[in-house]
Every structure is written in structure tokens, then in C-alpha cells.
């Protein structure tokens, strides 16, 4: 059987759009994977954050919704614990936010690439409004322990609806998996990346 000389070149033009293709979507899962390898420090210093601020926030909203909100210097004192977690609430979001910035910012055209992407960001959004809405109980209820220490028929046994709130959020709250960790399992198996290449 002979092949013409442009089918030969249709043939050619075919297999070179296969090799290319899959080269092409080799690439952009070495460019997200070193992207992805570029923030794991933040990510892991995001989670560690956050453990701790949570793990203190539990320990002090049970206080709270178990004695009360306290009198006097209790009550400024949490005030000011309130506005603390709040902060560390947006630091976390915060770094969260520069490893969803690093991975949106790419151009990816393939589709494997493109979903591990786009699950990890979902990931990290569903985590920053979890993040967000506790940043808003807490900011909301350091006002509300200054205004009672201005109430004389404050008995002290009560609380800001937010911190009953804020507690049973965190009571339902499961630390988050290792996201960055495994989006990059996924792409180090499915195209076989090593190290030296990230």
C-alpha cells in the first residue's frame, strides 16, 4: 500500500499534535507543581497558625459559654482576646490567599492541570470563608464585652450571641488537609515528575 506524499504529511502534522499535546500538558504540570512546591513554607506556616489559633479559641469560648463572660477586667481582658484571634483569623487567610494568587495566575490550558488547580482553589476559598466568618464573630463580640462592663445590672453570667456562635463553629471545625500536598501527589503520579524537576 502507498501513501501519498500529502497523507504521509497529514500523518506526520497528526502524530506531532499527539507528541506536542501531551508535552504541552507535561508543562503546565511541571509549571503548577513548582509553583505549588514554591509555597508550601506558607502553607504549612498558614496551618500552623491556624491550629493554634483555633485550639485557643475553643479553650476560650467554652470558658466563656460555660462561666459567663466575667466582670471588670475579665470583660476587657476579652475584648482584647477577640480582637487577637480575629487578627490571626486574617493572617491565616492572608497566606492563603498569596498560594491562591501563585496558582490562579497561571496559564494553564490542559485539562487535568486545570482541575487539580481549580480543586485546590476551591479548597482555599471554602477555607477563607470559614476563616472570615469567624473573623466577623470575633469582631463583632469585642465591642459587646467593653458595652456590658458599661451595664451596672451586668451580672457577668452572660455572653455576646457571636462567642455561642463562634463555638459551636469550632466545635464542628476539622483541621484542613495538606491541600498543596495533595495537589502535587496528583501531579507527580499522573506524570511521573520527580524532584529535580519541581
Not at 490562579?104 to 481549580?118: A, H, K, W
Not at 480543586?119 to 472570615?132: A, P, S
Request: hydrophobic share 40%.
Amino acid at each position: 500500500m502507498r501513501i501519498s506524499t500529502s497523507g504521509f504529511c497529514l500523518l506526520l502534522a497528526a502524530a506531532a499534535c499527539v507528541t506536542g499535546c501531551g508535552k504541552q500538558e507535561r508543562n503546565e504540570a511541571v509549571q503548577l507543581a513548582k509553583a505549588l512546591n514554591a509555597k508550601k513554607a506558607d502553607y504549612a506556616s498558614s496551618n500552623a497558625i491556624e491550629k493554634d489559633f483555633v485550639s485557643s479559641a475553643r479553650a476560650w469560648c467554652a470558658g466563656i459559654t460555660t462561666n459567663g463572660a466575667g466582670k471588670g477586667a475579665e470583660l476587657d481582658q476579652n475584648a482584647s482576646v477577640a480582637t487577637q484571634i480575629a487578627k490571626s483569623a486574617v493572617a491565616v487567610s492572608a497566606q492563603l490567599s498569596q498560594v491562591r494568587q501563585a496558582v490562579e495566575d497561571l496559564t494553564l490550558q490542559e485539562e487535568y492541570p486545570r482541575e487539580v488547580r481549580n480543586t485546590l482553589i476551591t479548597q482555599l476559598t471554602q477555607r477563607q470563608r470559614l476563616l472570615q466568618d469567624m473573623r466577623a464573630l470575633l469582631e463583632q463580640s469585642a465591642p459587646q464585652f467593653l458595652e456590658y462592663h458599661k451595664l451596672k445590672t451586668y451580672a457577668g453570667d452572660t455572653y455576646p450571641d457571636g462567642i455561642g456562635k463562634l463555638n459551636t463553629m469550632l466545635g464542628a471545625y476539622k483541621e484542613p488537609q495538606d491541600a498543596i500536598a495533595a495537589a502535587l501527589g496528583a501531579l507527580k503520579t499522573k506524570y511521573s515528575l520527580n524532584d529535580s524537576e519541581l
